[in-house]
């Protein structure tokens, strides 16, 4: 017998540009509590605070007077301080919630050392990376009880807050009494133990110390001199600028200079000249679960993103993760959610689920999926990338169910946007098939499994002049000329002017994909199978399966620059579509088989919508 689903409902959303049709769904039901959401049923937006909105121009300066070399203000300039804050963003939820947005993450907002680096070469704690008060929100961007109103008005909405969080360093404030005419060159474990002063054939120092493995507050009790690598100083100026006060002592630092992000030094050098803390030492341990345990507590945040994971000890974090995990249950937050950045560019993902077998990270950045999507609809490759990428989910602690919860994202703070790396594996793109393409790269991250991290200003079409802080850019209006230079996508605006327009046709896509995805379950956590892929550009599918009823969805994405056919596999039991984006055959070929035509950087997906029994 053949079984029918009840008719969608249409919701008369508006066309995207690209000519496919728009995606269909019902009306979201009432949801529940949003603490009961799981992680993978989030979309996500990650946004640097000091870029989005000026909500007080009172604290433009911080608690700092002076010039840009004391303030860090200077709206000129990409590595300063522009004037975003926690105002700003409470300001905005509604063009947040409107684009489908269910949880906000944010770079740290604690407050940073405003200025450091080399005269002539200064730039600002913009992005917040360069703690010296774990405790409370960086003045430039408000107060704790700003944080706090913005909290409560974000789960008014029904939206989750995560913390970008940082334990692996502090802002750059120890010197080397050896001068800086050591260009702080790493000095290794083998070369400068413990146990002398400077080289191995030093003077004898700390006796009794067994080293970091031994990780017992009675071992690190007989630690007591840092002069086995350099001898570290500490500015008088900035002898008490750190909180809470015990990370002013440099004992709980490696203090054996510049990472070389490779070997030994990957985990006990300084990042970048950033002060690394001792995070073998049961204090530091001990000290950092105070800390984050305490924000959760008073502020009721429903996430971590925790920057420089692998730059940690997994001991660390085998500790760590578990005791905020219980701070979050006793807070009432059951589904309070943690992934770790591991940078690696390889679609490959055996790396980043090393962390969650043996550091018991719950998630990582899926820095896997990224760089599949790249290679696929930038770099013109065969889609057997992406089967390749879905095939090592079995590799996450938890396995493929584990994967749904892996946050997904196409370009990010540091790597550069999406739309930049288009331009970089593209050369000669034009501005219409870089929007086309940048669609499509949507399209599949926010129906593919894992949970969707938009990165702020994607949906505005914004296109950087290459990482870091190129990519960095106001969404408000922009002083900064190597920003307002820059042709955007599918706008005639710059970043000179103010950009949250809600008719853009990236935020109209974006907020249509979020609605369907929020609309269907299978969407959201459900199990995922791989249907077509091929060797070459083309057409690439999945299915993905309502965990509640079985019932199977078909989505189906066209990767070349040229219209594409073929028969997708399905299951047997499949026999019409209904449509819920693109253009859906209304049934199957035969049982197993249904026929696909898509545009140029086209996708469809489809809905099950009689089987046979």
């Known amino acids: 017998m053949i079984r029918q689903t009840l008719p969608l409902l249409a919701l008369g959303l508006a066309s995207c540009a690209n000519a496919q049709t728009a995606p269909q769904s019902t009306p979201v039901a009432a949801e529940e509590s949003f603490r009961d959401r799981l992680p993978s049923e989030e979309i996500?937006?990650?946004?640097?605070?000091?870029?989005?909105?000026?909500?007080?121009?009172?604290?433009?300066?911080?608690?700092?007077?002076?010039?840009?070399?004391?303030?860090?203000?200077?709206?000129?300039?990409?590595?300063?301080?522009?004037?975003?804050?926690?105002?700003?963003?409470?300001?905005?939820?509604?063009?947040?919630?409107?684009?489908?947005?269910?949880?906000?993450?944010?770079?740290?907002?604690?407050?940073?050392?405003?200025?450091?680096?080399?005269?002539?070469?200064?730039?600002?704690?913009?992005?917040?990376?360069w703690v010296t008060d774990f405790t409370r929100p960086d003045g430039h961007f408000g107060t704790r009880e700003e944080f706090k109103t913005f909290v409560d008005a974000a789960h008014a909405r029904g939206m989750k807050v995560y913390m970008d969080i940082i334990t692996n360093h502090t802002a750059d404030v120890i010197r080397y009494a050896e001068g800086d005419e050591t260009g702080y060159a790493y000095r290794s474990l083998g070369d400068y133990p413990y146990s002398t002063r400077g080289p191995a054939t030093g003077e004898a120092i700390n006796p009794g110390f067994m080293g970091h493995e031994d990780r017992s507050d009675a071992n690190f009790a007989k630690l007591r001199n840092p002069d086995y690598a350099y001898s570290p100083v500490v500015p008088e100026a900035e002898r008490d600028v750190k909180v809470p006060a015990w990370l002013?002592?440099?004992?709980?630092?490696?203090?054996?200079?510049?990472?070389?992000?490779?070997?030994?030094?990957?985990?006990?050098?300084?990042?970048?000249?950033?002060?690394?803390?001792?995070?073998?030492?049961?204090?530091?341990?001990?000290?950092?679960?105070d800390i984050y345990a305490g924000w959760i507590r008073s502020t009721g945040i429903d996430g971590f993103r925790i920057?420089?994971?692998?730059?940690?000890?997994?001991?660390?974090?085998?500790?760590?993760?578990?005791?905020?995990?219980?701070?979050?249950?006793?807070?009432?937050?059951?589904?309070?959610?943690?992934?770790?950045?591991?940078?690696?560019?390889?679609?490959?993902?055996?790396?980043?689920?090393?962390?969650?077998?043996?550091?018991?990270?719950?998630?990582?950045?899926?820095?896997a999926f990224q760089q599949g999507i790249r290679e696929v609809v930038s770099q013109n490759k065969g889609t057997y990338i992406l089967n390749e990428l879905f095939?090592?989910?079995?590799?996450?602690?938890?396995?493929?169910?584990?994967?749904?919860?892996?946050?997904?994202?196409?370009?990010?703070h540091d790597m550069g946007r999406f739309t930049t790396i288009l331009?970089?594996?593209?050369?000669?793109?034009?501005?219409?098939?870089?929007?086309?393409?940048?669609?499509?790269?949507?399209?599949?991250?926010?129906?593919?499994?894992?949970?969707?991290?938009?990165?702020?200003?994607?949906?505005?079409?914004?296109?950087?002049?290459?990482n870091d802080q190129a990519a960095r850019e106001d969404m408000f209006p922009s002083r900064t000329d190597s920003y307002n230079d820059n042709v955007l996508i599918g706008t005639d605006a710059t970043t000179a002017d103010s950009n949250f327009d809600e008719n853009h046709p990236l935020y109209r896509l974006i907020a249509e994909f979020s609605q369907m995805r929020r609309a269907h379950p299978a969407l959201l956590r459900g199990r995922q199978v791989i249907r077509h892929y091929g060797q070459e550009p083309g057409l690439f599918a999945v299915s993905r399966f309502d965990p509640?009823?079985?019932?199977?969805?078909?989505?189906?994405?066209?990767?070349?620059?040229?219209?594409?056919?073929?028969?997708?596999?399905?299951?047997?039991?499949?026999?019409?579509?209904?449509?819920?984006?693109?253009?859906?055959?209304?049934?199957?070929?035969?049982?197993?088989?249904?026929?696909?035509?898509?545009?140029a950087f086209g996708w469809a997906v489809c809905r099950v919508a009689e089987t046979a029994e």
């Open 548 to 599: 509640d009823d079985g019932r199977e969805y078909l989505a189906v994405f066209n990767t070349s620059g040229v219209a594409q056919q073929a028969n997708v596999t399905l299951g047997y039991d499949a026999r019409s579509f209904e449509q819920l984006a693109g253009d859906c055959p209304s049934s199957v070929t035969a049982p197993g088989s249904a026929a696909f035509a898509l545009p």
């Open 44 to 129: 996500v937006y990650f946004v640097l605070p000091d870029r989005f909105e000026n909500g007080d121009t009172t604290n433009d300066l911080g608690d700092f007077a002076g010039d840009r070399l004391k303030t860090g203000f200077d709206p000129s300039q990409k590595g300063f301080f522009h004037g975003g804050d926690l105002q700003g963003l409470t300001q905005r939820l509604d063009y947040l919630e409107n684009l489908g947005v269910t949880a906000i993450w944010f770079a740290p907002i604690f407050q940073n050392k405003p200025v450091q680096g080399p005269k002539g070469d200064e730039s600002a704690g913009y992005h917040g990376y």
């Open 423 to 466: 331009r970089w594996d593209n050369p000669d793109i034009s501005n219409a098939e870089m929007l086309a393409r940048t669609k499509l790269a949507h399209a599949m991250l926010l129906t593919l499994r894992g949970s969707p991290v938009i990165y702020y200003g994607a949906e505005q079409g914004f296109v950087g002049d290459g």
């Open 307 to 367: 920057d420089t994971a692998r730059h940690v000890n997994p001991e660390f974090w085998q500790t760590f993760v578990p005791a905020m995990l219980d701070a979050a249950r006793e807070s009432g937050i059951p589904n309070f959610h943690i992934f770790g950045e591991v940078y690696r560019d390889d679609h490959d993902n055996g790396y980043i689920a090393q962390y969650t077998r043996r550091d018991g990270f719950p998630a990582v950045l899926d820095f």
């Open 248 to 289: 002013n002592d440099p004992i709980y630092y490696h203090n054996r200079g510049d990472t070389t992000f490779t070997g030994e030094s990957s985990r006990f050098g300084d990042f970048v000249g950033l002060d690394d803390l001792f995070t073998e030492h049961p204090r530091v341990l001990e000290g950092m679960i």
């Open 391 to 412: 095939d090592g989910d079995v590799l996450y602690e938890g396995g493929e169910e584990a994967a749904l919860a892996m946050p997904t994202f196409l370009g990010n």
